[in-house]
């Protein structure tokens, strides 16, 4: 049973508590609730998602992109547009030529990291993008799009790892299954041939 002003009491006890934690606490502990952006940022989560990005391995030549298309057909408001580079031999290469994500359609919804069967695209920590530019700034082109391997790890460690941990097994998959072939191939070009068959000597008339 509550006696009367209960209720208010236990309300006012917790504006105390945290009034008197806002002088001794920072907001990450519960302190002091105001965060005055800019100048001051709460850390980030590492499960906060906006806008994507590509991903690179070491330099930028080795974007893992292979400009497959099914990340701008799953993408639900068509806000990605992809071309496809060709050699000088108009061979396709397995790599964009242009690759853009207009900003200002992309709804944030991560289906894109979701439908990449090669790892190529995640979703960014970055969300000061605005801009009074829209064509310029808010269109993003492939090479404002691209972000190394060693940025991942910094802002989605967890998820890095495990990708990286994933690539490897498969990468080492892929090496021992090749070597078996060619061990294979080799021991059958190394095994004697069958010896010809002796001509039919010829019939008795
Ligand atoms: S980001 Fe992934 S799904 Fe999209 S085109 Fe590149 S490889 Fe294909
Ligand atoms: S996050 Fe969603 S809307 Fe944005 S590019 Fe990816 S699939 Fe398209």
Request: glycine share 4%; aromatic share 10%.
């Amino acid at each position: 049973m509550m006696y009367f002003g209960e209720g208010v009491v236990k309300g006012m006890m917790v504006t105390l508590k945290a009034f008197v934690a806002s002088y001794f606490k920072g907001p990450e502990d519960g302190g002091l609730f105001t965060v005055e952006y800019p100048e001051q940022r709460l850390p980030e989560k590492e499960n906060f998602r906006n806008f994507p990005f590509l991903i690179y391995d070491n330099t930028p030549d080795n974007l893992r992109c292979v400009a497959c298309d099914i990340c701008a057909k799953e993408c639900p408001p068509k806000c990605i547009y992809i071309v496809r580079e060709f050699d000088k031999d108009n061979k396709p290469l397995k790599r964009p030529a242009v690759f853009n994500i207009d900003h200002t359609v992309c709804m944030n919804c991560g289906i894109c990291e979701e439908a990449c069967p090669f790892d190529a695209i995640y979703m960014d920590h970055n969300f000061e993008i605005a801009s009074a530019e829209r064509n310029e700034n808010l269109l993003f082109r492939k090479d404002k799009l691209l972000k190394s391997n060693e940025y991942f790890h910094k802002i989605r460690p967890t998820d890095a790892m495990a990708i990286d941990e994933r690539r490897a097994a498969a990468e080492a998959k892929k090496k021992a299954a090749e070597a078996a072939a060619a061990q294979k191939a080799a021991a059958a070009q190394a095994a004697p041939k069958p010896a010809a068959l002796p001509a039919e000597p010829p019939k008795a008339e």
